[in-house]
């Protein structure tokens, strides 16, 4: 979707600051909301692409305006009240109201934490032959899905070179809406700064995206 | 209520809409039977103690101290980190890029916040906000001056983009004067930021 999240390129946003010395997390409840999207994605409610959609879904206003932790809750109350795993009466009273929904992986407890400190596996199985290999040129698709994708506005329609290849891995524009894993061939492609920014381009930029093979077509 | 609660009895005037909102969905997750308030205790904790940039220090020191394990680093950065059992388990997707003089390496999710947890921890709030995700793709140089870094006018600046599962590590160069230095007293140089690639290792000597 072409949200207010898809950000590289744009201007006004001023300077990057920095905190000294920054905190793992500045409020407890910020480690709250993180143990709670970890915990619900590793019980089965959701994946991380459909996370990341709920996110990225948030009105553009709310989205600028909101701390990271605060997308993170909004999302994942969104997320838990569209899959039914809590209600919106719930979240109005404060309390559980309704029946809960068993949940694909069981409850989480701290029998659990072992696993969500491992990252988990993308890689799949491939069914076809890989299109292109490293040193093909290639060019980002110009498609705007309405939905969650991972090709960022800013390489659309611009050419650059495969420079690796890495491998089959799960398609988050079909897992985000919970169309299946559809595996794709995933490449790192480098675009020149000024294919991308135009002939005042800092010369010396060169910049890569992970790009599956559904965003490209050869050039 | 809690023993907590008790220090705290003024807290309900004070709390953020932010915080009582947080705090109801725990209580319907909770009551729901979907988690155990301990296990998120259990994560934040392991969140704040055992992933922290100390991990991928640890591997930017062995490759500066190990030609081979540079190698197996640039080759297959998983498998390499693999090999150092007291590092936590990074998945299957890291990649590591090394900084040369002719090629400085940054990286940015422009889309979220992707970032290497098991190397370098959660990200700060400034990789997560619009200033660095906006900028770092169309004017990397000038978010390195926000950072107070210049590089060389001809150094190739690349930046990645982590638009997928790959997370990557930056592998700076290793600073001069650290001949003979060993790789705990080389892991103290190498700072969070020189792994993402907004700064440099520290200078030997400079507090």
């Given at each position: 979707m072409n949200g207010v999240h898809d950000m590289g390129g744009m201007d006004g946003f001023g300077k990057v600051e920095a905190e000294p010395n920054e905190p793992v997390f500045?409020?407890?409840?910020?480690?709250?909301?993180?143990?709670?999207?970890?915990?619900m994605g590793a019980a089965g409610a959701f994946n991380i692409d459909t996370s990341r959609y709920y996110r990225e879904s948030l009105a553009p206003?709310?989205?600028?305006?909101?701390?990271?932790?605060?997308?993170?809750?909004?999302?994942?109350?969104?997320?838990?009240?569209?899959?039914?795993?809590?209600?919106?009466?719930?979240?109005?009273?404060?309390?559980?109201?309704?029946?809960?929904?068993?949940?694909?992986?069981?409850?989480?407890?701290?029998?659990?934490?072992?696993?969500?400190?491992?990252?988990?596996?993308?890689?799949?199985?491939p069914s076809a032959p890989a299109r292109f290999k490293p040193?093909?040129?290639?060019?980002?698709?110009?498609?705007?899905?309405?939905?969650?994708?991972?090709?960022?506005?800013?390489?659309?329609?611009?050419?650059g070179v495969v420079e690796r290849n890495l491998?089959?891995?799960?398609?988050?524009?079909?897992?985000?809406?919970?169309?299946?894993?559809?595996?794709?061939?995933?490449y790192t492609v480098v675009f020149d700064g000024v294919e991308l920014w135009g002939a005042d381009s800092d010369p010396t930029v060169k910049v890569s995206i992970d790009a599956f093979e559904p965003y490209l077509e050869a050039a | 209520m809690t023993e907590h609660h008790h220090q705290h009895h003024h807290d309900h005037s004070e709390l953020s809409e932010t915080e009582l909102r947080v705090r109801a969905l725990e209580t319907i997750l909770t009551e729901k039977g979907y988690v155990e308030p301990a296990a998120l205790?259990?994560?934040?904790?392991?969140?704040?103690?055992?992933?922290?940039?100390h991990n991928g220090a640890r591997v930017v020191a062995k490759a500066w101290s190990d030609p081979a394990f540079k190698r197996?680093?640039?080759?297959?950065?998983?498998?390499?980190?693999?090999?150092?059992?007291?590092?936590?388990?990074?998945?299957?997707?890291l990649v590591a890029v090394e900084n040369t003089p002719q090629r400085h390496n940054m990286v940015v999710c422009t889309l979220?916040?992707?970032?290497?947890?098991?190397?370098?921890?959660?990200?700060?709030?400034?990789?997560?906000?619009?200033?660095?995700?906006?900028?770092?793709?169309?004017?990397?140089?000038?978010?390195?001056?926000?950072?107070?870094?210049?590089?060389?006018?001809?150094?190739?600046i690349r930046v990645w983009d982590s638009t997928a599962e790959t997370r990557f590590l930056v592998l700076p160069m290793r600073p001069a004067g650290t001949d003979g230095w060993s790789e705990q007293q080389l892991a103290e140089l190498v700072t969070r930021d020189s792994m993402i690639?907004?700064?440099f290792p520290k200078t030997p000597g400079v507090p």
């Amino acid at each position: 979707m072409n949200g207010v999240h898809d950000m590289g390129g744009m201007d006004g946003f001023g300077k990057v600051e920095a905190e000294p010395n920054e905190p793992v997390f500045h409020q407890d409840w910020e480690g709250r909301v993180m143990a709670m999207v970890r915990a619900m994605g590793a019980a089965g409610a959701f994946n991380i692409d459909t996370s990341r959609y709920y996110r990225e879904s948030l009105a553009p206003h709310i989205y600028l305006a909101c701390t990271y932790y605060q997308k993170w809750f909004l999302g994942l109350q969104d997320m838990l009240i569209d899959k039914g795993f809590i209600s919106a009466a719930d979240v109005a009273a404060g309390h559980s109201e309704s029946p809960a929904k068993p949940l694909k992986r069981g409850k989480f407890t701290l029998n659990d934490l072992e696993r969500i400190m491992v990252r988990g596996k993308f890689g799949r199985e491939p069914s076809a032959p890989a299109r292109f290999k490293p040193g093909d040129r290639v060019r980002a698709r110009n498609m705007h899905p309405a939905t969650h994708t991972r090709l960022p506005r800013y390489v659309r329609g611009h050419a650059g070179v495969v420079e690796r290849n890495l491998g089959c891995s799960i398609f988050p524009d079909s897992a985000a809406v919970e169309a299946g894993e559809n595996p794709q061939w995933l490449y790192t492609v480098v675009f020149d700064g000024v294919e991308l920014w135009g002939a005042d381009s800092d010369p010396t930029v060169k910049v890569s995206i992970d790009a599956f093979e559904p965003y490209l077509e050869a050039a | 209520m809690t023993e907590h609660h008790h220090q705290h009895h003024h807290d309900h005037s004070e709390l953020s809409e932010t915080e009582l909102r947080v705090r109801a969905l725990e209580t319907i997750l909770t009551e729901k039977g979907y988690v155990e308030p301990a296990a998120l205790d259990a994560i934040i904790q392991a969140y704040e103690t055992r992933i922290g940039p100390h991990n991928g220090a640890r591997v930017v020191a062995k490759a500066w101290s190990d030609p081979a394990f540079k190698r197996l680093l640039l080759e297959d950065a998983t498998k390499a980190v693999g090999t150092l059992g007291h590092v936590s388990r990074v998945g299957d997707h890291l990649v590591a890029v090394e900084n040369t003089p002719q090629r400085h390496n940054m990286v940015v999710c422009t889309l979220c916040s992707c970032y290497p947890w098991e190397m370098l921890g959660l990200p700060p709030v400034w990789y997560k906000a619009a200033p660095y995700r906006s900028r770092a793709v169309k004017d990397p140089r000038g978010v390195l001056a926000d950072f107070g870094i210049t590089l060389p006018k001809e150094t190739e600046i690349r930046v990645w983009d982590s638009t997928a599962e790959t997370r990557f590590l930056v592998l700076p160069m290793r600073p001069a004067g650290t001949d003979g230095w060993s790789e705990q007293q080389l892991a103290e140089l190498v700072t969070r930021d020189s792994m993402i690639g907004t700064g440099f290792p520290k200078t030997p000597g400079v507090p």
